[in-house]
């Protein structure tokens, strides 16, 4: 069965910082993947994704996100937090019309 | 163009009663995908409908069941229900079936039973 692992549940960075966010899939082939962010109280919202080709994809917002095969990997980054970023943040796996999703990472920001 | 509209937004039920969810996905859309997101289990995939018929259902008990009209428009009934039911239940659509489109998420229903 697949399965997505977001090893950091809790990660606080400085305004202006450098984010990773972690994402390691397990699945047999190559798996559709997103990242979706989602606000207090909010739906969740597409930030990129993943299907084939280019394994560095870019998103909204400045974040980018790169597929590494040999390592079931699919890690978001930002160059530069902002205030506004902090959120929590999901990965998922999409395959046979099944979506898992990620248990999440809850990002704070500080100033 | 219009997002997907969860309604009602908030609801309060007492154990044992039924309830009934709704969403309207994006015009056009014609995959709509039901998810329950608590703390202590997270993001779970309940069912998805693409032209009025199940496709894909996750690992929940019968008493979740769903529908979707022609229109794709599609509700979420939940019956007999437990405590553990407290969720905030998201309804996404997609253009066609999730598997490789873009799935676009409602901002949920938080269903508190007590």
Redesign the interface.
Known sequence: AQSVTQPDIHITVSEGASLELRCNYSYGATP?LFW?VQSP??????LL?Y?SGDTLVQGIKGFEAEFKRSQSSFNLRKPSVHWSDAAEY?CAV???????????TKLQVIP | KAG?TQTPRYLIKTRGQQVTLSCSPISGHRSV?W?QQTPGQ????LF?YFSETQ??K?NFPGRFSGRQFSNSRSEMNVSTLELGDSALY?C?SSLT????T???????TRLTVV
């Open positions: 559709y979706y109280g909010q739906g969740l919202q597409l994704k299907f999901f999409v395959s046979y019309q099944k979506v898992t999703f990620g248990t999440g | 997907v995908s998810y997270g993001l779970q995939f998805e496709r894909n996750g998201l996404a079936q999730v598997q490789n873009e799935a676009f998420f409602g901002q949920g």
